[in-house]
């Protein structure tokens, strides 16, 4: 499995920060310039209450970007060893969770689960809102109309695979040549939660319409 | 109502207290933990907002100080620090409810209502809005007598907001304590389920029960009309 975007660590990082970086930068550059131009020119009150309205917009903005950097930081950390999870039950719970918000907008969540419950071992609440955060994100870039796909099943060597399928074209990490692949603060968060429970997450491929990944868990 | 804020970071205490005050709360700073403790103990308090970081004593100390004295004080921690434990422990410590830095104004002072507002705590089987049953332990909702038949998610957020029947929860409270996220979603998933929760709830009955609150989020009460 390919661990995007990068091999070495250097690399990662400087990807990582430049996420953040971009994350951040966004909503603070709109804040700034709403403000500037507030300042700047001769406004009506009701021009002034939404040129702060609009920097108040940002400034949540921003705050909820930095909120998800902090919850980059608990995903790495390491869960309880004890702690098991049945897979099987918990997506089908995400796909019930999640159903409303994909109907509402025209598009398909598909779930293929085993018939026979997998348990791993990992943190449960943090295995729930990882994949939560995941399917939230790939939802974001999926056509109206079209499917994604979680397919759950036994891996090799004692590990649960999981393999997801999703329309749309997601935006790329800034990495060059054949590195390029999805990347942001939510992938990063899920990657995290993963690797934290012994296990993996990936970006497979990409055939120009439809993105492929893969995360493994360790199995009771 | 008289709310003790703990905030050595002057402009920030300035900020907290200045707003506190615009919603005629009576508001009291102190800028370190010992002064903290001294004044929480020697004077009555209907809320205390409690900064972690503290200079001479840190805010963890202040709580294992004071809450065994002052038993019923509501505590709202306010953290900017990363890790769960951290949380873990001052929520452990005594703390009714945890804020993270950076925080809204607005998500503040709604927390602080919705403390004030808290009773003793109950364990209610069954919560009653007007003519709405939630049935916490049975999982049933009637309206009117009807059954209404809800996914689990609607139905932790129908009880989230029952449970906070007449005070303003912002999206990000519904995604903290629904979603169990510290960091409101990328979607309008908390619109939507509400809308979905109105149709089942409100869309045949009056009064409608749940309601907008322009630029905050939304309000489970007998109110008519959108609030603002």
């Given at each position: 499995m390919s661990v995007p975007p990068a091999t070495d660590s250097k690399a990662a990082q400087e990807i990582f920060i430049s996420e953040v970086f971009h994350n951040l930068s966004q909503p603070l550059t709109a804040l700034h310039c709403t403000l500037d131009l507030a300042l700047q020119r001769d406004r009506t009150l009701k021009q002034l209450r939404a040129s702060v309205q609009s920097a108040l917009d940002n400034a949540e903005r921003l705050r909820q970007r930095l909120l998800l950097v902090r919850a980059l930081n608990d995903a790495a950390a390491p869960g309880d060893p004890s702690e098991t999870t049945d897979l099987s039950a918990l997506l089908g719970e995400l796909r019930e969770d999640m159903s409303l918000l994909f109907e509402s907008a025209g598009r398909q969540l598909v779930m293929h689960l085993p018939r026979v419950p997998l348990q791993a071992r990992a943190d449960r609440t943090r295995l729930t809102r990882a994949l939560f955060v995941f399917v939230e994100y790939l939802f974001r870039y999926l056509p109206q109309g079209e499917l994604l796909s979680l397919a759950l099943h036994e891996g090799k060597e004692g590990q649960a695979e999981i393999q997801v399928e999703a329309a749309g074209c997601l935006p790329v990490g800034p990495t060059d040549g054949d590195q390029r692949a999805p990347y942001s603060c939510e992938i990063e968060l899920v990657r995290r939660t993963f690797v934290a429970a012994g296990g993996k997450f990936g970006f497979m491929r990409c055939d120009g319409q439809r993105s492929f990944w893969r995360a493994t868990l360790p199995l009771v | 109502m008289r709310i003790l804020v703990v905030e050595d970071d002057a402009p920030l205490a300035s900020f907290i207290r200045k707003g506190l005050e615009a919603e005629h709360y009576a508001v009291d700073v102190a800028g370190d933990g010992e002064l903290a403790r001294r004044m929480a103990l020697e004077s009555d308090y209907d809320l205390m907002v409690l900064d972690?970081?503290?200079?001479?004593?840190d805010g963890i100390a202040v709580l294992n100080s004071v809450r065994p004295r002052k038993p019923s004080l509501p505590v709202l921690v306010l953290t900017a620090r990363s890790r769960i434990e951290d949380r873990v422990q001052s929520l452990d410590s005594g703390a009714d409810d945890c804020l993270i830095k950076p925080f809204s104004f607005t998500e503040l002072a709604a927390r602080v209502r919705a403390l004030l507002r808290r009773g003793p705590r109950t364990v209610e089987t069954v919560l009653r809005v007007a003519d709405l049953e939630l049935d916490r332990v049975a999982r049933r909702v009637a309206r009117a007598g009807r059954p209404v038949e809800l996914t689990s998610k609607e139905f932790a957020l129908l009880e989230y907001l029952m449970r906070n029947t007449g005070r303003r929860v912002t999206r990000a409270m519904i995604v903290e304590h629904v979603w169990n996220l510290s960091f409101d979603t990328s979607t309008n998933i908390v619109d939507v389920y509400i809308n979905y929760l109105r149709k089942k709830i409100d869309s045949e009955h009056t009064p409608h029960l749940i309601h907008t609150v322009r630029g905050v989020g939304y309000e489970l009460s007998c109110h008519s009309g959108v609030l603002v």
């Open positions: - | 972690l970081n503290l200079p001479k004593l």
